[in-house]
């Protein structure tokens, strides 16, 4: 079943049935303003945390789902009838109730037509600015005149601490005030007293404000106070003052505030009327009122949208592929990149199922993030990535998260008991990435400093995370796995090993190694290879099982993940990170990618693990308390997908990487919308395995892993165009009956054209390229080969050199 489709040339997802099977969200807004809305118009407001700077609510996991939010309610004066401009919350029959949502970059355009009146309205959040607009276009397409009154609503939270909003109500229900302060402005206020005693205050802080103004029509009513608006026994979808047909001008003095103005608009045939509301944070009087005399009309909203367009298209513009698939076109060209863009901007802290609870950078995650985003907005990549280096320690692990007030080289050290054991390995994966995007090799030797005092540059962050590992051997001559590896359900004891850190610190001394050279530093090359060739010992007297290698060994000795257990025999991260960390044999890469295919692939993506976990001990595997097929127990953990795309093309393997692809990407979703249910433009976390009795079902939309991996894996592996530190790797794994694909990319600044063309119909291999007609005999275009504009044409052919060793 459909319920939408791309629109790729305005980079937008159209759906056209508003009764999605979950809310189909998107977000609008900055780090500092932030802001979820669904296709619904239900969603919330956050200033800089959605923990601790929620000031519009949204009753996460409610019934009906995902309300309030932003809503217009329209009212025919005549008969009384009314109905929300976004489907819900009134839910008019859909027979007679038509809605288009419109998800773009960072703006979301509702429209609705009913009963003759057309709406549109179009919501986004200025660049740089802490407000936002709900523009409303009425159209009356009856034949005769109309008289429709407008209704705004939004909740405003009591606190902008959002536990504090929902359970200390005995303080909460009595700080809140609201007021009409202007001829179209209204004032929230929380604990204005405090305000009025200390005007210098910075909102959020003891003092919490919010304003709302009606711009393009005399605001004829408001209403500030929750319960006047919606009525004691009256709900969203009937509030009481639409239900009567008037607000009743109240002000808020104390219980809760909304946000409701009331404008009447008469409409001739054919006529089309604009309004638009206007909503902020801080003192309605001293910010909002200058706000609204510098943004309130609608050229300086048009020119606003613009300007925010422009700017998320020319990040977009980084990459563009036009392949024989379209769901990878969808996925490559514009929601691919934009998930990795969200998600790199608010890690896992804000979404319809991160509400709060969890604030500030995740490490691994956050280091990991990078990958996506490097291409497009290098700049900031460059500044996140410090910021997490500068997360670790001196003893080479990291601090679990980089919160708000995270003040580098002041940090305490957590516990040891606290160290996960893979959270620095993730460098070697997004410092090489950013740093051969943007040509800063110099970018080593930046010194950065130690979450908890001292410093060190960037290629001696690197050696600590390697020696982190090196220092925390177990019994067999693996890596600890600590309080968790990647995977935060593995109890392996303090001590047990986990073969996943062993892969991730192969591919770290590799690529130490390989820096080192560069660096003229040929002792630490040498070392780190040493220490790599004991490792590689280690794993092969240990680690491989026949078919597969193992997952981990507990502090006990227990082997887990083999062929003899019962309960999560063969598990997926160490078959695919045994290939991209090179440590497996060929013959070794080969068995075990083909026990993953038969154990573990299921039409809805790769399983973590089989078969699920029932009766081990939740010490030893807490992903015991998910039900079977989900998550970590024996779900597709979609963060992992990509890993089975990057090894199947490591091995050449393009219709299997292909396969891969297309079992886990959301796009390819998009006419069984009712298997997946979440959004078919974004990643979610999980997704429910053959295992579970809901098989397809996609959970925790959008900040995820999965979107990182997923576009970093289709783009620099699939696709093949990956930057090296002197040059850029061509070097596609495709499905063997592609013609071949074009790509628009922007490396160091200049624009290149790029045509890769497979007249033999094979999955790999580059025999060579052409560079603005020059000829090229190897899959690297040295970059002084490239200029802005450079037209690249890269022939696959069987007679292909053997494929360049590639990092990740
Ligand atoms: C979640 C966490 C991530 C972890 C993964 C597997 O996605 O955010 O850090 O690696 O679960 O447990």
Redesign the pocket.
Known sequence: MKYGYFDDDKAEYVITRPDTPTSWSNYLGSTVYGAVITNNAGGYGFYKSGAQGRFMRLRFNAVPMDQPGRYFYLRDQEDGDFWSASWQPVGKPLDQYKSECRHGTAYTTITSEYKGIKSETKYYVPLGQNFEYWRLKVTNTSDKVRKIRVFSYCEFSNQWNTTQDQVNLQYSLFIVKGEKVGDNLLRYSIQDNLYIQHPEYEVGGAYMSEWVALIGTPMTGFDTSREAFIGTYGSYEHPKAVVDGACTNSEAFGDNSCGTVQGDLELQPGETKEIMLMLGIDDALAVGQKIVNEFGTFKRADEEFEKLVNNWHAKLGSFKAITPDEDINHTVNVWGLYNCLITFAWS?AASLVYNGERDGL?Y??SVQDILGVSAAIPEEAEERLVRMISGQCQNGGAVPVISKDFNAGHEKAPKPEEFRSDDCEWFFNAVPCYVAESGNFDFYNKVVPYADGGEATVYGHLKRALEFNLERMGADGLPCGLL?D????LKLGYHGESLFVAFQLRLGLTTYADISERLGKKDEAAWALKERDTLDANIQKKCWDGKWFIWAVGEDGTVYGTQTIEEGQIYFNTQVWAVMSSAATAEQARICMESVKEKLATPYGLMLCAPPFVKTRSDIMSSVVFLPGIK?NAGI?N?TQGWGVIAETMLGNGDRAYEYCKASIPAAYNDKAEIRQSEPYVVG?TTYSTFSKRPGNTRTSWL??AGTWSYYAITQYMLGIKPQYDGLLIDPCIKHDWDGFTVERRWRKMNLHIEVKNPQHICKGIEYIEVDGKRIDAAVIPVSELKDGSKIVAYMGKDAKSSPVERV
């Open positions: 896992r995740g691994r995650d968790a990647w995977n935060d359900c970590e953990f963060h976390q995820s892993g």
